[in-house]
């Protein structure tokens, strides 16, 4: 091990040796320490890590399970346990030795993620719970399985939260048969909800077909990949399970009037996307798109009930009221741009009450939108305004 201090960027760095899997020995130099104890202790956390010697942190440990687990999970579910062990585990028992863990440690650690709660102050489900106890003993167990832990303490301790057996509710062929009349004039959400309810596909799974998936001969198609939207990019997966790889039928009368459909679509090649819905929200709130704000709230409102109306039977509260915030941010911003010339700007938000210092301050921001959108003044354009205009709220649709 070599510790040295960088003159220049006045800093420590550690430069160590270790033998790869293929038995190489290679160099590992790390930079950028503050002080030189910072950097003989990553040195020394790494030697463990390289040992697996099970007398390192939990946190340690943590990195050992990543870089085992992960390329053997979809990146949607390794993201799922990542934020789950990263704020539910590690700011707890990342600091303790994994190997001198007790099942009264883990009952403690219990007792302190049951107190948290979500942002509007309601406590964590039970099912949630339950999944947060369930990663941490998988961790456990793994380390048990491969590195000789002696035993896993969170078994010992027993689990918490629960499942929770609410009643499954499901649309009726009649009530179905109603919400398509009533979006049968928008063919892209139709379609969609069509193969949605005939043919039992899940929502990722409908969201990646493809034009070569559909077999109109024996109207069959075939579902071998998913569809999913991870750091704001478009990810093509396989199916939830290897299962789900499989064909399915679809009524005669569907597959001739998706052939029509399909046949509509300029330019659309063998191998792209059919269903593109997941953008509509994005796109009905792009402040480049022009069109009169009327006909932006009628669309948006067609979106809106229409997937509400179909996910209704989900628990929704929480991602609608997030949904609504993030929307009246948008069109927050969208009427900013209409607005166009400081003058307007500084008239729409004085008629809107804001005092003339708060009008100035939101006004200095010009073009900067995500700047401006944050100010006191162009929050004035509330919720009740936006209802005003005719733009239905999420929640409120949901609710009731």
């Known amino acids: ?7 220049k960027s006045n800093t420590w760095e550690v ?31 790494f030697k463990t890590e390289e040992h697996c010697d099970l ?29 789950i062990v990263e704020k539910k585990i590690l700011p707890f028992i990342g600091n303790r030795k ?13 007792v302190e993620v049951m107190n948290l709660t979500k942002k509007n102050g309601e406590p964590l489900s039970q099912d949630y719970l339950r999944t947060i106890h369930c990663q941490l003993s998988a961790m456990l167990n793994h380390a048990v399985r491969f590195y ?25 062929q009649t009530e179905y048969e109603k919400f398509a009349e009533a979006v049968a004039d928008k063919p892209l959400s139709y379609f969609a909800f069509e193969i949605l309810y005939w043919c039992g596909l899940r929502l990722g799974e409908m969201q990646a077909l493809t034009p070569e998936d559909i077999d109109f001969e024996r109207n069959t198609i075939r579902i071998n990949k998913s569809y999913q939207r991870i750091n704001r990019k478009d990810v093509i997966t396989p199916p939830k399970t290897p299962k789900s790889n499989r064909t399915v039928y679809m ?42 704000m009327d ?57 809107l009450g804001a005092p003339e210092w708060m009008a100035r ?13 944050k100010t006191t003044g162009l929050h004035l354009i509330s919720k009740q305004i936006l209802a005003k205009r005719g733009l239905v709220s999420c929640l409120d649709y949901y609710l009731n």
């Open 1 to 7: 091990m070599t510790v040295i201090k960088n003159e």
């Open 15 to 45: 430069r160590t040796y270790f033998k790869n899997l293929q038995g190489d020995r290679k160099q590992k130099t790390k930079r950028g320490f503050k002080t030189r104890r910072e950097a003989v202790a990553w040195e020394a956390a």
């Open 55 to 83: 007398n390192m942190t939990f946190e340690s440990y943590y990195r050992i399970y990543e870089r085992d687990i992960k390329p053997t999970l979809k990146l949607n579910t390794w993201k799922t346990k990542q934020a």
């Open 98 to 110: 994994i190997d001198s863990l007790t099942p009264a440690d883990i009952r403690a650690w219990q």
């Open 148 to 172: 000789g832990l002696k035993r896993n303490v969170a078994n010992v301790a027993g689990s918490m939260g629960g499942e929770s057996h609410d009643e499954i509710k499901f649309w009726t």
């Open 251 to 292: 009524p005669k009368s569907l597959g001739t009037e998706l052939k029509c459909f399909l046949e509509t679509l300029y330019g659309l090649k063998t191998t792209d996307r059919i269903f593109t819905v997941s953008k509509s929200y994005k796109q009905l709130t792009k402040r480049s798109w022009s069109v009169s």
């Open 295 to 351: 006909i932006r709230i009628q669309r948006l409102n067609w979106v809106i009930r229409g997937w509400i109306n179909y996910f209704r039977i989900g628990k929704m509260k929480r991602n609608m009221t997030k949904i609504d915030e993030h929307l009246r941010t948008r069109m927050r911003i969208v009427i900013w741009k209409q607005w166009k010339t400081s003058r307007k700007r500084m008239w729409g938000l004085r008629k």
């Open 361 to 373: 301050q939101s006004v200095g921001f010009a073009d900067h939108y995500q700047a401006v959108a």
